[in-house]
């Protein structure tokens, strides 16, 4: 089955244990990004991937890393999290960036 | 700064209801737009995708269209179903500052058997 997927659904930590959650595509997709989604915010985009070794910044980076070594996996880092990284993560790819989107089914993340 | 508004932000309706749904866009520089569903604790299911040139889409009893130049697109689902019950997003793929959806808030959907 074609799917994004994503690891853990859920994750409860404290601030400033280092997390990763991953997120792998079967899809042979080369645009992959990730998106944080809040109450009265909406979904917005933290980083994203055009291809292998090619990342770039979203619209709200900041506290965020990511890598691209291999086409199907895009792990997102948390370095130090904090109580305001609490959030539904999303993860989501595509064949190109004005081609359809496949999400992955969300990881929520709580930092206490 | 692309903004995306939806409207309404919550919608109840009979079943066998047609309905429609709008959003707005503020900058008409995009790829394309994406109307999707949301279902509680799970991720979004694209239903319709509209590419900047075209006028609109369709998909079973689902039909997006899009105008550009207003700024607008619509999604109308027609004979509602109990199982439509979700909540419904927009999106827009901007073509300026780098690759990204921008999405309206949602309409959270009910329809009641």
């Known amino acids: 089955e074609a799917q994004v997927t994503q690891n853990p659904r859920y994750l409860i930590t404290v601030t400033g244990k280092k997390l990763t959650v991953t997120c792998s595509q079967n899809?042979?997709?080369?645009?992959m990004s990730w998106y944080r989604q809040d109450p009265g915010l909406g979904l917005r985009q933290i980083y994203y991937?055009?291809?292998?070794?090619?990342?770039d910044k979203g619209d709200v980076p900041e506290g965020y890393k990511v890598s691209r070594k291999e086409k199907r996996n895009f792990p997102l880092i948390l370095e130090s999290p904090s109580p305001n990284q609490t959030s539904l993560y999303f993860c989501?790819?595509?064949?190109?960036?004005?081609?359809?989107?496949?999400f992955g089914s969300g990881t929520r993340l709580t930092v206490v | 700064k692309q903004e995306v508004t939806q409207i309404p932000a919550a919608l109840s309706v009979p079943e066998g209801e047609n309905l429609v749904l709008n959003c707005s866009f503020t900058?008409?520089?995009?790829?394309?737009l994406q109307w999707f569903r949301q279902d509680p604790g799970k991720g979004l299911t694209s239903l319709l995708l509209?590419?900047?040139?075209?006028r609109e889409q369709t998909s079973g009893r689902l039909n997006a269209s899009l105008d550009k130049s207003s700024g607008r697109s619509t999604l109308y689902i027609a004979a509602s179903q109990p199982g439509d019950s979700a909540t419904y997003l927009c999106?827009?793929?901007?073509?300026?500052?780098?690759?990204?959806?921008?999405f309206g808030k949602g309409t959270s959907l009910l329809v009641t058997p």
């Open positions: 900058d008409s520089a995009i790829y394309n």
């Open positions: 999106a827009v793929n901007r073509r300026n500052s780098g690759y990204a959806l921008n």
């Open positions: 991937s055009m291809n292998v070794e090619v990342t």
């Open positions: 989501a790819s595509s064949f190109s960036i004005v081609e359809r989107y496949t």
């Open positions: 509209i590419q900047s040139s075209q």
């Open positions: 899809m042979n997709h080369e645009y």
